[in-house]
């Protein structure tokens, strides 16, 4: 404990670090205050809504920090961004230009963030009319302005605030520490948890269950948290063994390194894609009122049923494989290793070890797929057994997994600035690798959520 007060009273003592960190938590000061501003004309008493709700709706809020159902000129939060950088790197495997410009180094990446920017502006727009229509009513609008100077107004407000906190973002991460993108998702989540303690205690001390349970809850919590830091941590080391090289009396090369690939090399991709897909059979009747009493339709709409679960974690698995075969090229690994005299001890260079490579990720994913499976449904079982929705949230699930993520990363490169200067570290090991596989930001490194 000594030890851990020594090394936090380190990082004030680095002035480089202290200003840094007194940046970043500015920054998303000016987040959270932004996040309480209302949208103009619109009446505030009467967008209260029950905490905890189901579905698409409840996970924006969860993750705009609450914005969402308080009709806030952040209430689209960043999610606009993170879908954009999501198709621009799609569109690098599908689509030559982009594939060219992944490749151009920082002038590419610098041309791919241009394209994230335009695109998050027609997809915020897009979203900002969709959210205009269906979370505010004409009742809900100071008569004063009148609903089509609101609408209009209020779309342009929406992408002025998304915009706004993307440039937040991008801030942190220039002049704070750990990824702004990222940071401001995280501390969306957390704002709700809270809430979230309070709604779960309230609902045990009042009779179900009592104060016994509520601690039960807290130590399973402690223990998804400990689990969910493994699959994240979670690496396979491969052997490389590099060429011995003499120039002059210097011996270059020789050494053996070692090629960490992750268990979860997808991160929270998956769970993304997957609940994309199972929103689907929920808005189905909206559109075909007949099937509301469709059985197959009800049991996969229902998010507590085992029907939906099973499928969740089928696709999650399913998506781990596609996503971790489009983000890791084991081909393109063998031939950076074997330009720079590299080679895996017993597998001949080239093709080979393409081959090797590729049937280590295979092995590995597969656990990795099945316990991110586990992480993302373990909510609806503790919803079964009568936690609070808003709770059971952080029991896994796209939240867990990136409250998890950002944490690991921005511990990294406060790591990085204290071992850079020989102080000790937060971790014994002096490495922390926390990212999550979200794609390349606006910003100079990808958001890790």
């Avoid at 309480?36 to 905890?52: D, E, H, I, R």
């Avoid at 390194?257 to 090399?265: E, T």
Wanted: aromatic content about 10%; glycine content about 10%.
């Amino acid at each position: 404990m000594k030890k851990l007060f020594t090394t936090l009273s380190n990082i004030w003592k680095i002035d480089d670090l202290r200003v840094r960190i007194t940046n970043t938590l500015l920054f998303l000061l000016i987040y959270r205050v932004g996040s309480y501003v209302v949208l103009p004309g619109v009446n505030y008493a009467s967008l209260k809504t029950p905490q905890g709700k189901e579905g698409l709706v409840g996970l924006l809020n969860m993750f705009a920090g609450g914005s969402f159902s308080r009709a806030s000129i952040f209430a689209l939060g960043v999610m606009p961004y993170i879908s954009a950088s999501i198709v621009v790197q799609l569109l690098g495997i599908a689509v030559p230009y982009f594939a060219k410009l992944q490749k151009e180094g920082e002038s590419g990446r610098n041309k791919l963030n241009q394209w994230t920017r335009y695109l998050t502006i027609g997809i915020t727009a897009l979203q900002a009319i969709g959210y205009v229509r269906s979370q505010i009513t004409p009742e809900q609008i100071s008569p004063v302005m009148g609903v089509a100077a609101f609408n209009i107004l209020a779309i342009f407000v929406l992408t002025a605030g998304t915009l706004f906190v993307m440039w937040l973002g991008e801030k942190i991460t220039d002049k704070g520490i750990g990824n702004g993108i990222s940071l401001i998702i995280m501390v969306g989540i957390i704002a709700q948890l809270p809430t979230a303690f309070i709604a779960e205690f309230e609902k045990r001390n009042g009779g179900q269950g009592g104060l016994i349970t509520f601690i039960v809850e807290i130590l399973a919590l402690i223990g998804v948290v400990m689990f969910t830091i493994l699959i994240v941590q979670g690496t396979r080391k491969i052997a490389v063994q590099y060429a011995k090289r003499i120039v002059g009396n210097k011996q270059y090369g020789g050494v053996r390194q070692y090629i960490p690939l992750k268990v979860n090399a997808a991160g929270v991709m998956p769970i993304i894609f997957a609940q994309a897909l199972m929103f689907i059979p929920a808005t189905i009747p909206q559109f075909f009122p007949s099937s509301a009493t469709n059985p197959v339709v009800m049991a996969l709409a229902n998010y507590n049923s085992w029907e939906h679960n099973l499928l969740f974690g089928v696709l999650i698995i399913v998506f781990t494989y596609f996503y971790t075969a489009i983000t890791v090229n084991p081909n393109q690994m063998a031939d950076d290793m074997k330009k720079n005299g590299g080679f895996i001890p017993g597998v001949k260079p080239g093709k080979s070890t393409a081959e090797y490579i590729d049937g280590v990720i295979s092995r590995i994913t597969l656990p990795g797929s099945i316990f991110l499976a586990i992480i993302a449904i373990i909510p609806a079982f503790a919803t079964m057994v009568g936690v609070t929705n808003i709770f059971a949230r952080f029991f896994g699930g796209t939240s867990l997994i990136i409250l998890v993520g950002v944490v690991l990363d921005t511990l990294q490169q406060i790591e990085s600035h204290l071992l850079m200067r020989h102080y000790d570290g937060l971790m014994k090991t002096g490495r922390i690798t926390g990212r999550t596989g979200i794609p390349a930001s606006a910003g100079t490194t990808p958001p890790v959520i």
